[in-house]
């Protein structure tokens, strides 16, 4: 299954930078009070290294919960 999981986040990555490839062109980016102009093939690739540090914190974060909340349960139960 290990292997079926990085074949997905391969294609992903490998999607992701074709599209980043094939759009360089100059965007405009507002955020709160400021605005900044940069290649949207950038943009897409600071996205996407964003979205997989945010997910995998999420997933640590939940795992650590699970496991916390078996051992009580367990501790609890004897």
Known sequence: MRWVYLIVIVVFA??????????FEIVTVSFLNSSFRL????LIVLIYVL???TGSSLFGLL???IQ????????TAS
């Open 14 to 23: 490998i999607a992701t930078i074709i599209f980043a490839i094939q759009n």
């Open 39 to 42: 290649p949207l093939a950038f």
């Open 51 to 53: 979205g997989m540090v």
């Open 63 to 65: 795992y650590r919960t």
């Open 68 to 75: 916390a909340s078996r051992r009580h349960l367990s501790q």
